[in-house]
């Protein structure tokens, strides 16, 4: 077999990593229980990096957490390896859990019943969906102040601003509703804040589904124009994923699925936009050539992952 792509240098937007390994987020309830990160938590992206990752993109933050902040010692760390870090930035919109939040309504897009859940969210005002925006951008600049190389945006698995994006439930009839650039607007307006904010040369991926397998959700065209959208509004990365909460076989996919299932729906989606971003690309073993001419790091999650021992996980434990 012939690895030697897999370890050529790479590029995210104008940021070099050392290898195509890309290690993707991955919830590890290994964060301090005020939401901080742990001497434990260090300790295992520290592995991972010693591992020889290029690009370690860390679990999802939550951007409405009370406690928590990014800490350079974490960044110094990794970089210490030359792994680069991205902080993957989310809110659980619907997906929050009542007992870790007072007993308050979650939050949404719409203020529809949840199939996953059976619970009814709070449709977000404009002003709390503005408001919204900022707390991804000031996440956005913590973790640069932090001296992470990049964020990313949880826009896949059912989360908020999957909430937006998919008409499933995303049901408004304002300007953040309807049709798919008006769905889009709250993610292009975190993305304009963040190059405001952060400077457009601060990588930005974001996580979207290829495909929700849902009969009402974002189907494999959707994920296309998508993507076109994201190329257009200038992010450095598309990662995409599947699935959700009413599909999570389609989310975290069982061990039995096939090697590299979801690379079409992955393939499908970036080759549509005129110049694919340099990105992550479908979820692949080690050994398959990266395509000529193009980033295509190879993303490795729970096999990276599988010593690590479960807990609560605090940083995920927001609205
Ligand atoms: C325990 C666990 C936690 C995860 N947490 C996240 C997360 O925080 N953000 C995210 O985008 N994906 C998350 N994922 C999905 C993974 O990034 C990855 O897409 C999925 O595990 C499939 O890839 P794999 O077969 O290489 O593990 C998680 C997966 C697992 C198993």
């Known amino acids: 077999m012939n690895y030697e792509n897999l370890f050529r240098p790479g590029y995210i937007g104008g940021l070099r990593i050392k290898n195509r390994v890309v290690m993707t987020a991955m919830g590890n309830g290994l964060a301090a229980e005020n939401g901080e990160a ?40 990794l970089h210490r390896y030359d792994c680069k870090v991205f902080f993957q930035l989310f809110h659980p919109g619907r997906e929050g859990k009542p007992q870790f939040n007072g007993g308050r309504q979650v939050i949404s897009a719409s203020g529809i019943v949840n199939p996953a859940t059976g619970r009814v969210s ?7 969906i503005h408001g919204m925006v900022d707390k991804f951008v000031t996440g956005a600049v913590y973790a640069q102040q932090a001296n992470a190389d990049g964020v990313e945006l949880h ?10 994006l998919s008409p499933h439930s995303n049901v408004r009839t304002d300007e953040y509703g309807g049709c ?15 190059h405001c904010a952060c400077g457009r040369d601060f990588p930005i991926s974001v996580r979207i589904n290829g495909c929700d397998y849902i009969p009402e959700g974002l189907q494999k065209a ?33 061990c039995y699925f096939p090697e590299g299932w979801r690379s079409r729906s992955s393939r499908s989606t970036l080759s549509s936009t005129p110049r694919p971003p340099r990105r992550c690309c479908a979820r692949a073993c080690a050994t398959s050539p990266v395509c000529p001419g193009r980033s295509s790091p190879i993303r490795t999650g729970s096999a990276r992952h599988a010593a690590v021992r479960k807990r609560s996980c605090a940083s995920a434990s927001a609205v």
Do not use: W
């Not at 520290?46 to 960044?75: M, P, S, W, Y």
């Not at 994201?230 to 959700?244: D, F, P, Q, R």
């Open 122 to 128: 709070h449709e977000m005002t404009r002003e709390e």
């Open 38 to 77: 742990s001497d434990e938590i260090i300790a295992c992206y520290k592995a991972r990096a010693v591992g020889g990752c290029g690009l370690l993109i860390t679990e999802f933050c939550a951007v409405d957490g009370e406690n928590g902040i990014a800490e350079t010692h974490q960044t110094l760390i």
């Open 222 to 254: 959707d994920a296309v124009e998508i993507a076109k959208l994201l190329e257009h509004y200038g992010v450095s990365c598309i990662n995409v994923s599947s699935g959700g909460y009413e599909n999570p076989a389609a989310f975290i996919e069982p």
């Open 155 to 164: 826009c896949a698995h059912g989360y908020l601003l999957h909430q937006f």
């Open 180 to 194: 798919l650039e008006n769905r889009m607007r709250i993610v292009r307006e975190i993305i304009e804040g963040i």
